[in-house]
């Protein structure tokens, strides 16, 4: 999913401006918008952060940024407002699918359920 651009005249000044180190070194930032645009597409698809298309900026990036934007309360704001403001189909209630969840050797009873995963011998 890409923003358009009223969505992102309105999204825009909700996200902080890169911090800029003191002596100039490092990569620069990959622009917030195209970051947006791949963390939105991994809310709306489900998709683990590695299957993050290549037109998107990396899934670590995307990662990261999410992860700074979540715990800085921007993430909060940005989906209130897609939601409340512009009414894009993102929602507030999220449900957890825990249809397949391996588990570690050793795991509960239940895993023993399943008649092919029994000892053969």
Same mark, same amino acid.
């Given at each position: 999913?890409?923003?358009?651009?009223?969505?992102?005249?309105?999204?825009?000044? /909700?996200?902080?401006?890169?911090?800029?180190?003191?002596?100039?070194?490092?990569?620069?930032?990959?622009?917030?918008?195209?970051?947006?645009?791949?963390?939105?597409?991994?809310?709306?698809?489900?998709?683990?952060?590695?299957?993050?298309?290549?037109?998107?900026?990396?899934?670590?990036?995307?990662?990261?940024?999410?992860?700074?934007?979540?715990?800085?309360?921007?993430?909060?704001?940005? /989906?209130?407002?897609?939601?409340?403001?512009?009414?894009?189909?993102?929602?507030?209630?999220?449900?957890?699918?825990?249809?397949?969840?391996?588990?570690?050797?050793?795991?509960?009873?239940?895993?023993?359920?399943?008649?092919?995963?029994?000892?053969?011998?």
């Amino acid at each position: 999913m890409e923003l358009t651009e009223h969505e992102w005249r309105v999204l825009e000044p /909700l996200i902080p401006k890169p911090k800029v180190r003191a002596d100039r070194r490092g990569r620069p930032w990959k622009p917030a918008r195209l970051v947006l645009d791949g963390i939105i597409w991994i809310l709306k698809t489900g998709a683990p952060w590695r299957y993050l298309p290549e037109c998107y900026p990396s899934y670590k990036t995307c990662h990261r940024r999410f992860q700074q934007w979540v715990n800085d309360g921007t993430m909060h704001r940005i /989906l209130t407002t897609l939601v409340k403001e512009l009414g894009v189909g993102l929602s507030e209630e999220s449900f957890i699918d825990g249809t397949y969840a391996g588990a570690k050797k050793g795991g509960g009873v239940s895993a023993n359920l399943v008649p092919e995963r029994l000892p053969k011998s």
